[in-house]
T-cell receptor, first 112, second 112 residues
Framework: DAGVIQSPRHEVTEMGQEVTLRCKPI?????LFWYRQTMMRGLELLIY????????DSGMPEDRFSAKMPNASFSTLKIQPSEPRDSAVYFC??????????FGAGTRLSVL | AQSVTQPDIHITVSEGASLELRCNYS??????LFWYVQSPGQGLQLLLK??????LVQGIKGFEAEFKRSQSSFNLRKPSVHWSDAAEYFC??????????FGAGTRLTVKP
């Protein structure tokens, strides 16, 4: 298996623009997680899905953030409108059992 | 709620020296414990995990960790560090059905 695949690897955008981050989990994994990593706050869980259904989105910072999982092999994290403080590395992870998580390489987002 | 403390933000060791990274956790039941490693520009890779049984667990890349319930600790060790071990190391705690919580990470620098 190719592992968790995230795209793009790097994204540079201007404040106010919409940003969409993509994730393809490992086939057969029922759980999918979105994390944000910053120097100040470390690794934060934003939201996770089980069988394509959002289970806990309490970590989503505000309404500008939304996540979807239309099918078992694809998820998106959208920020609209983006702000400079959203600059971070965003990770997607998948898991067969919720506990052992396998991470993608991340998307480094810079909002100017 | 579960939590993880990694007391050392940054550790420097000489190549060939032994390594111990500390991790203390708080969890109400028997924890699931993990160590992940993150190389620059990469996602998190699972080094090892503890669910139950033998309290000394072996992982990849020559790492091991010991679960000490009485000390609420799960320290990571390696007898001889290689330059390629320079990375950020994260301890995480979870449980059956519970979310994982990650520590703030310990950055390891290896001196030649």
């Amino acid at each position: 298996d190719a592992g968790v695949i995230q795209s793009p690897r790097h994204e540079v955008t201007e404040m106010g623009q919409e940003v969409t981050l993509r994730c393809k989990p490992i086939s057969g994994h029922d759980y999918l997680f979105w994390y944000r990593q910053t120097m100040m706050r470390g690794l934060e869980l934003l939201i996770y899905f089980n069988n394509n259904v959002p289970i806990d989105d309490s970590g989503m910072p505000e309404d500008r953030f939304s996540a979807k999982m239309p099918n078992a092999s694809f998820s998106t994290l959208k920020i609209q409108p983006s702000e400079p403080r959203d600059s971070a590395v965003y990770f997607c992870a998948s898991s067969p059992t919720k506990n052992i998580q396998y991470f993608g390489a991340g998307t480094r987002l810079s909002v100017l | 709620a579960q939590s993880v403390t990694q007391p050392d933000i940054h550790i420097t060791v000489s190549e060939g020296a032994s390594l111990e990274l500390r991790c203390n956790y708080s969890y109400g039941a028997t924890p699931y414990l993990f160590w992940y490693v993150q190389s620059p520009g990469q996602g998190l890779q699972l080094l090892l995990k503890y669910f139950s049984g033998d309290t000394l667990v072996q992982g990849i890349k020559g790492f091991e960790a010991e679960f000490k319930r009485s000390q609420s600790s799960f320290n990571l060790r390696k007898p001889s560090v290689h330059w390629s071990d320079a990375a950020e190391y994260f301890c995480a705690v979870g449980g059956s059905g519970d979310d994982m919580r990650f520590g703030a990470g310990t950055r390891l620098t290896v001196k030649p």
